[in-house]
């Protein structure tokens, strides 16, 4: 009989070239002498149904799920995740018997990431201002929910879209502001949270003052190429905490890789010293 091969997981999307998840996984596999890999898997949408099926018969205990198939992976799971169904997107999934658990860690890891690096942080302090309607805004509007934030404010350049943020959330304390309004909103907010793509390499700068914030409002920033934002380089020329958006990716890694190889992995300095060595 031929021996079992070694476990697979990996992470789908279209492309997929860019994605950090192989080197973060391979990290963990490698430092607790884990024989399995991870693999990225450039997956056409057409291709999405039928390559789902054929994984699990590959040896594939799971796969995380980025750009665009978020979404349309809650449509074939065979069981969705309360939080999942809750931000209407997966990033995890887990192969069963009946077919593949979806699930979403995007919320959990930017939470982790916090109680990590910023001690101490607690939603109820206040108000949270959110910039941004995209995916990563509403996994982040609904933990930040989920962790008692009284109110979530949603500013966006297209208004419409964080309107349609807000309504997905009714009757829930999530409301929509003009992208005008954002300043003058940083003045009540307890944390500001960037979930656009500006200050990305590439993209141009948030450009917003953070002059009108108290002097105790968290920054947070989920671009993690560069990790130091022209945001966060604001809030830290200004001694506001500031808290950059690499360990919210490694966070959300920590329950595949658990639940696919069975061990709770450590996110630490090593593991950062690991991703950013891309
Ligand atoms: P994700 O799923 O990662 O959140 P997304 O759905 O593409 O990504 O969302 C990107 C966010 O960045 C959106 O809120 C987008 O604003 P629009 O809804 O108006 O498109 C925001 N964004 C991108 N480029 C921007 C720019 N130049 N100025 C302001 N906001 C921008």
Redesign the pocket.
């Known amino acids: 009989m031929t021996p079992p091969a070694p476990p697979l997981a990996g992470v789908i999307g279209w492309p997929i070239g860019h994605s950090l998840s192989p080197r973060l996984h391979g990290h963990w596999l490698r430092r607790y002498g884990i024989d399995a890999h991870y693999v990225p898997l450039g997956l056409e949408p057409a291709e999405l149904e039928a390559g789902l099926l054929a994984l699990p018969r590959l040896g594939f205990r799971g796969v995380n799920v980025t ?1 665009p198939h ?1 979404e349309t992976v809650l449509t074939l799971a065979a069981s969705v995740s309360e939080r999942a169904a809750r931000i209407g ?1 997966a990033n995890t999934l887990s192969f069963t018997p009946q077919g593949f658990h979806a699930d979403n860690t995007d919320g959990y890891g930017f939470a982790e990431n916090l109680r990590q690096a910023a001690p101490g942080w607690q939603a109820a302090r206040g108000p949270a201002l959110v ?8 996994a982040i509007a609904a933990t930040l929910l989920t962790e008692g934030a009284p109110e979530v404010r949603i500013a ?3 208004f419409e ?2 309107q349609a943020l807000c309504a997905h959330f009714t009757p829930a304390p999530v409301v929509a502001l003009a ?1 005008t309004e954002t300043e003058e909103a940083l003045h009540e907010a307890a944390m500001l949270v960037n ?4 200050g990305m390499t590439g ?2 700068p ?1 450009d917003i003052s953070l002059e009108t914030a108290a002097s105790d409002t968290l920054v947070c920033d ?1 671009v993690y190429r560069p990790l130091e934002t022209p945001l966060l380089a604001a809030a830290r020329a200004r001694a506001l905490p500031a808290v950059d958006g690499l360990g919210m990716l490694l966070h959300q890694a920590a329950p595949g890789f658990e639940a696919w190889f069975g061990r709770r992995p450590q996110v630490d300095d090593a593991l950062r010293a690991a991703v950013l060595g891309a």
């Not at 979930?195 to 500006?198: A, D, E, W």
């Open positions: 750009i978020k997107a910039l941004g309607a995209g995916g990563a805004a509403r966006n350049r297209t879209r964080a992208w979930t656009t793509s500006l993209q141009p948030l989920i």
